[in-house]
């Protein structure tokens, strides 16, 4: 069982920055592949970003691609996202979950475990 808990949550003006962070107390995220998704307000759950372990791949959401940024530490044991030039319409909850994928994936489905999530809120 992997538990996976966010950090990093807020509120800040738009086009300002916050980094959200990934950790899984006790368990190692090595050979998992790791994503970001997050939920606005009365919306549906959607990608945001992912990355490969076997693999430097990344993939991002068009809402959000040149302006975030997925990475993962392995010494660390720690999933990041770099959130750049905030806007309004990014105000969510943001979930990090975990896949026993190869490949980096955008499909929610094929992950299996996920964090309790963190709010963002941009206000304008």
């Known amino acids: 069982q992997v538990q996976l808990e966010e950090s990093g949550g807020g509120m800040v003006e738009a086009g300002g920055s916050l980094r959200l962070s990934c950790t899984a107390p006790g368990r190692t995220l090595r050979s998992l592949v790791m994503g970001w998704f997050r939920q606005p307000p009365g919306a549906e759950r959607e990608f945001v970003a992912t990355i490969g372990w076997f693999t430097p791949d990344t993939k991002y959401a068009p809402s959000v691609k040149g302006r975030f940024t997925i990475s993962r530490d392995s010494d660390k044991n720690a999933l990041y996202l770099q959130m750049n030039n905030l806007k309004p319409e990014d105000t969510a909850v943001y979930y990090c979950?975990?896949?026993?994928?190869?490949?980096?994936?955008?499909?929610?489905?094929?992950?299996?475990?996920w964090g309790q999530g963190i709010e963002v809120t941009v206000s304008s």
């Open positions: 979950a975990a896949a026993p994928k190869t490949y980096p994936t955008m499909n929610d489905d094929e992950y299996t475990h």
